[in-house]
C-alpha cells in the first residue's frame, strides 16, 4: 500500500519541480488576469447604474463572486491538461505506462495537483497588489458551514474539471487533433460555469436544469457557497450531485481508457 502511495508521491514531486520551472508563465497569467477582473469591474458597475440589486445581490456581493471566481480558477482548472495527455498519446510516450504498475490516471492527476498547488500560490501575488483596490467590495458571509462545505467542493470541482480534460486527452486514441472539442467545451463551460455571469440570474427553470449539468460544479458551485449565493441545503443537495458527477466522469474516463487501448498500437516509447 505505501509503496502504490509512493509513486504517485514521486509523481507529485516531479510535477511540482516541473511546474516551478514555469513559475513566471503562472505570475504572468496571474497578473494579466488583472486585467479582465478590471473589465469585470467596469461592465458589472455601469449594469448596476441606477439600481441597488440584481437577481437579489448588490454590487459588492457580485464583485466579490468574481474576484472568487478568478482565484477559483487558478486552483481548479485544467489549464492544458488535455493537450498535455494527447500529445503522449500521439508521441507514443504512454506506451512506458503500459508495462509499468503505474495507473496512468492518478499519474496524471498527481501531475495536475501539484500544477495547481504551484498556479494557486503564484496567483497570491497579484492578489496582494489589487487588495488596496478590491479590499472594499469584498464582502463574504461568515458562517462556519460555508467552509466545511466549500472547501470539499473545490477539491471536487478539481476533480470534475481533471477528469473532463483527461477524457478530452482519451479522444485521441480516435481522432488527431482534439482542440475543436476542447474549444467547444471551454465555450460551454464560460456560460454554464458562472464565468460570464453568475448563473442563478438565469430563469429558475434553466438555472434548475443547468444545476443537473457537470459545467456549473467546475466553478460557480463553491463560488456560490462562498459568496452566500447558496443556503446550507441547497448547497448539501448540490455537493451530493457534484459527488456523482465526479464518479460517473471518472467511470466514463475508465471506459475510454479501456476501449482506447485496443485500438493503440504501441511502437517504439
Known sequence: MLAAVDKYRHAFLLGLQGNLVYRWNFAVRGFFSLFHLAVVFILWGAAFAGTEAIGGFDLRQT??????????QFFVSAFNEDYQI???I???LINQFLLKPINYFLYRFSIFVAAR????????????????FVHGVLTFPLEPWR?????????????IQF??????????????EIQGFVI?????????????FPLDLMSPD????SMLLPYPYQMYFPAAIFTGRFGFEESLWCLGIQACWVGILVVISRGLWARGLRRHTAVGG
Not at 464583485?63 to 477559483?72: A, Q, S
Not at 498547488?117 to 488596496?132: D, F, K, R
Not at 467552509?147 to 476533480?159: D, E, N, Q, R, T
Open 90 to 92: 500521439r508521441n507514443g
Open 86 to 88: 494527447s500529445e503522449e
Open 63 to 72: 464583485l466579490t463572486y468574481f474576484i472568487t471566481i478568478l482565484v477559483l
Open 117 to 132: 498547488l504551484v498556479s494557486g500560490a503564484l496567483v497570491i501575488l497579484p492578489l496582494l497588489v489589487a487588495l488596496p
Open 163 to 176: 477528469t473532463i480534460a483527461y477524457c478530452f486527452g482519451m479522444l485521441t486514441f480516435w481522432f488527431l
Open 147 to 159: 467552509l466545511a462545505i466549500g472547501l470539499p467542493a473545490v477539491f471536487l470541482s478539481a476533480m
Open 184 to 196: 467547444l467545451s471551454m465555450a460551454i463551460e464560460a456560460v454554464l460555469g458562472g464565468q460570464i
Open 206 to 209: 434553466i438555472f434548475a436544469t
